[in-house]
């Protein structure tokens, strides 16, 4: 089962997490609204930021390495149109 960021990071931050509300990313790497592109939510306040580098991220690498070639380029999901 793929988990989406607040799973993976046990943050309590879903009601408050931009991530949770990003309905235009719903169904991205098989995750709930942003939950598996973080990185890409604009205002994201995640507490666990390294460095402020989404890069470095235990769960960006992980979200990389379980999808593969499949994983979704930053400008490819850029350019879906919201809901």
Not at 18 to 45: M, P, Q, S, Y
Request: aromatic share 14%.
């Amino acid at each position: 089962m793929k988990l989406n960021c607040w799973e993976f990071m046990k943050c309590g931050y879903e009601d408050d997490c931009r991530a949770w509300f990003a309905r235009k990313f719903d169904g991205v790497h098989e995750g709930i609204n942003g939950g598996r592109v973080c990185w890409l939510v604009k205002g994201n306040t995640c507490g666990f930021k390294v460095n402020d580098s989404c890069d470095q991220c235990k769960f960006y690498r992980a979200v990389l390495k379980e999808e593969g070639m499949e994983f979704r380029l930053k400008e490819e999901l850029e350019l879906m149109d919201p809901l």
